[in-house]
């Protein structure tokens, strides 16, 4: 596992309680997309974060979010903001994207999973892999949806479709109203052709194997790296 010096470019309050943070390694952080990083708080005290940015950009982009004073990701935030070299350690995680598929893929991402969507996506484009592709983003309240113009966007392509759901206030973003996972099966009936790729809390990625394995999952098609833990 590499242990790479980063230079923090910038550490930007981009919504209330979602911070994105720019560096730009001493060298080349070479990783697949669906990857994560850990942070080096101390010798024993390393924290996972989802790169956000593709393996073919030269600078790493996290989405961190954080609020209250001292928890546990606002110390990292803190960290960041008053230093200007931070050591990371990468790359992590068997989630990534399967380039070689040919399956069409659905994206589920929770909250600030979105970061780990966006790697994904991002590295489709620019590889020119246009297999159909359905991302699903849910949060709590439109004011979570941090990154909705963006995920706009990438609707615009003929191979993907985009569908935000939020538990509240739907009618804000034109978004499903409802639980996540429960628009996923409303969509999609049969989940035996498809990649499935995963981010979002442990709880969530359990529930989604409970209800995917009626409708035909493959769990060798199910890609999380709260599976592995």
């Known amino acids: 596992m590499n242990q790479i010096s980063c230079h923090i470019i910038e550490v930007n309050a981009d919504h209330p309680h979602l911070y994105k943070v720019y560096l730009k390694p001493e060298q080349q952080l070479k990783f697949k997309a ?11 005290d390393k924290r996972p974060f989802s790169i956000a940015s593709a393996p073919h ?25 008053s230093s200007d070299e931070i050591m990371i350690e990468a790359p992590h995680g068997r989630a990534y994207l399967r380039e070689t598929s040919e ?14 969507a966006k790697s994904i996506i991002e590295s489709l484009i620019h590889t020119q892999q246009d297999a159909p592709t359905h991302f699903f983003w849910g949060c709590r309240k439109p004011e979570y949806m941090y990154d909705f113009a963006l ?9 993907l479709q985009f ?9 804000e973003l034109q978004a499903s109203e409802g639980m996540l996972l429960d628009q996923v099966c409303q969509q999609i009936s049969d989940f035996s052709d498809y990649d499935i790729y995963i981010a979002g809390r442990f709880e969530m990625a ?5 209800k995917f394995l ?14 592995s833990y």
């Open 163 to 171: 569908t935000p759901v939020l538990e509240h206030n739907a009618s």
């Open 57 to 81: 950009q030269d600078i790493i982009e996290l989405h961190i979010g954080a609020g209250e004073p001292d928890s546990y990701p606002m110390q990292v935030i803190d960290k960041l903001r």
């Open 151 to 159: 995920a706009q966007q990438w609707n615009k392509l003929d191979w």
């Open 214 to 227: 009626p409708l035909n999952l493959n769990t060798n098609q199910l890609f999380g790296d709260a599976f």
């Open 206 to 210: 359990k529930a989604a194997k409970d």
């Open 34 to 44: 669906g990857q994560y990083l850990c942070i080096i708080m101390g010798e024993e």
């Open 103 to 116: 399956r069409p893929r659905v994206i589920i991402a929770g909250g600030t999973g979105f970061s780990y």
